[in-house]
């Protein structure tokens, strides 16, 4: 059972749009920052958005973060087959005193 | 660009201990904090620990008794070491590059670069 909730599955179409939630309480997402990570199969995860909605470089702009209140989301544009990994949210939790991750979403492009 | 590589014995048996070691290139091990990170077979990512270049340390609670994590600057790796194994600590071990900030209980913590990860099994 992970401290942050996501939907265990996600699909969209090319060119579509899709949001992936995640949901926390006010000792972690509600009081601070949200990250996501993108994990393709068999490779290590990848920094995809920090501190909420900030993209690292080389991160095209159609992933974007958002947060509100205790819950956060990942978009992702125009959907490319490319775009089909896992894709896992994390925060700090006050009470664990350390990171936390959600249980990951599957993404797959139809 | 900070490239990191895990090293350690792919086997180990019930009840004994096993040693991880991730050495750091391109970057100093003087900076950034320092991190294992694991994920069992089809599941997901779990924290164990990081260790800043000062050597303070932080621990996942549920790993805590039985988990060290140690930093050795001269050889730019840290290492993790991690007693009495079960079945259930089979995984991909992952080492990590991670910035830290916090101000005012705001914590900002991500894990920027990764090593491509090394499969641990607990067997007999």
């Known amino acids: 059972q992970s401290v942050l909730t996501q939907p265990p599955s996600a699909s969209g179409t090319p060119g579509q749009g899709v949001t992936i939630s995640c949901s926390g309480s006010?000792?972690?997402?509600?009081?601070?920052?949200v990250n996501w990570y993108q994990q393709f199969p068999g490779t290590a995860p990848k920094l995809l958005i920090y501190?909420?909605?900030q993209r690292p470089s080389g991160v095209p702009d159609r992933f974007s973060g958002s947060k509100s209140g205790t819950s956060a989301s990942l978009a992702i544009t125009g959907l490319q087959s490319a775009d089909e990994a896992d894709y896992y949210c994390?925060?700090?939790?006050?009470?664990?005193?350390?990171?936390?991750f959600g249980g990951g979403t599957k993404l797959t492009v139809l | 660009q900070v490239q990191l590589q895990e090293s350690g014995p792919g086997l180990v048996k019930p009840s004994e201990t096993v040693s991880l070691t991730c050495t750091v290139s391109?970057?100093?091990?003087?900076?950034?904090?320092w991190t294992w990170i694991r994920q069992p077979p089809g599941k997901g990512l779990e924290w164990i620990a990081y260790?800043?270049?000062?050597?303070?340390?932080n621990y996942s609670p549920s790993l805590q008794s039985r988990v060290t994590i140690s930093l050795d600057t001269s050889k730019n790796q840290f290492s993790l070491k991690l007693t009495s194994v079960t079945a259930a600590d089979t995984a991909v071990y992952y080492c990590?590059?991670?910035?830290?900030?916090?101000?005012?209980?705001?914590?900002?913590?991500?894990?920027?670069?990764w090593g491509r990860g090394t499969l641990v099994t607990v067997s007999s």
């Open positions: 990590a590059s991670a910035d830290y900030f916090d101000r005012d209980s705001y914590h900002l913590l991500y894990f920027q670069h």
């Open positions: 391109g970057g100093s091990i003087s900076s950034h904090y």
């Open positions: 260790v800043y270049y000062s050597g303070s340390t």
């Open positions: 006010s000792s972690n997402i509600g009081s601070n920052a």
């Open positions: 501190t909420d909605h």
């Open positions: 994390a925060s700090w939790d006050a009470s664990l005193n350390g990171p936390v």
